[in-house]
């Protein structure tokens, strides 16, 4: 069974970068595809980017693209998200969760889900 | 960008009773929708993918119905853990994929 356990929350000012963590145990990383999800204090779900399950293409949003970086570490099965370029916007839980998609993996649904890492940008 | 909207809002029901979720795209995505339940404090647990297909260890109260625009998820009897935050998220096509605003479903 997947399990993913993320680094702990980080206050950061504005225009710094940040680096989250996501350790996976109980499988492989290199057989998952993880993706980032974010949500703001009080607010929806934003799918950030990841990795796609069949070809192994690193995709971004659209809204991300220029800074942010997914990378990952398979000798510690550890995935990671760095974002640059911090704003006030960018307060939020970021989740990692691992993508599945069906026989024609037109997009992919997400579960498991780490257990959140709050970032908080604040001068 | 495909928009997802959820109705209602919230959602107030009595335990045992039935509780029916709304979801629209603003574009057909086929049947690449899924489910989500997130409880205050913790990350979104899947429910349902394919519009209609439990995810693992999910109880049969929980059922998805729909194509194309228009999604439904229905809570047969509500029980007291199912008091939460339902979100939808479309994934018709890479690199994309949206979530609805969410609805609550709390105690009446």
């Known amino acids: 069974q997947v399990q993913l356990v993320q680094s702990g929350a980080e206050v950061k000012k504005p225009g710094a970068s940040v680096k989250v963590s996501c350790k996976v145990s109980?499988?492989?990383?290199?057989?998952?595809?993880m993706h980032w999800v974010r949500q703001a204090p009080g607010k929806g779900l934003e799918w950030m980017g990841g990795?796609?399950?069949?070809?192994?293409?690193?995709i971004y949003a659209q809204k991300f693209q220029g800074r942010v970086t997914m990378t990952e570490d398979t000798s510690t099965d550890t995935a990671y998200m760095e974002l640059s370029s911090l704003r006030s916007e960018d307060t939020a839980v970021y989740y990692c969760?691992?993508?599945?998609?069906?026989?024609?993996?037109?997009?992919?649904?997400?579960?498991?889900w780490g257990q959140g890492t709050l970032v908080t940008v604040a001068s | 960008e495909i928009v997802m909207t959820q109705s209602p809002a919230t959602l107030s029901v009595s335990p045992g009773e039935r509780a029916t979720l709304s979801c629209r795209a603003s574009?057909?995505?086929?049947?690449?929708l899924a489910w989500y339940q997130q409880k205050p404090g913790q990350a979104p647990r899947l429910l349902i993918f394919?519009?209609?297909t439990r995810a693992t260890g999910i109880p049969a109260r929980f059922s998805g119905s729909g194509s194309g625009t228009e999604f439904t998820l229905t809570i047969s009897s509500l029980q007291s853990e199912d008091f939460a935050v339902y979100y939808c998220?479309?994934?018709?096509?890479?690199?994309?994929?949206?979530f609805g605003p969410g609805t609550k479903v709390d105690i009446k």
């Open positions: 998220q479309q994934y018709n096509n890479w690199p994309e994929f949206t």
């Open positions: 109980g499988y492989i990383l290199t057989e998952l595809a």
């Open positions: 574009q057909s995505v086929t049947s690449n």
């Open positions: 394919g519009a209609s």
């Open positions: 990795i796609h399950p069949e070809d192994g293409e690193t």
């Open positions: 969760a691992t993508a599945s998609c069906g026989g024609d993996c037109q997009g992919a649904w997400f579960d498991p």
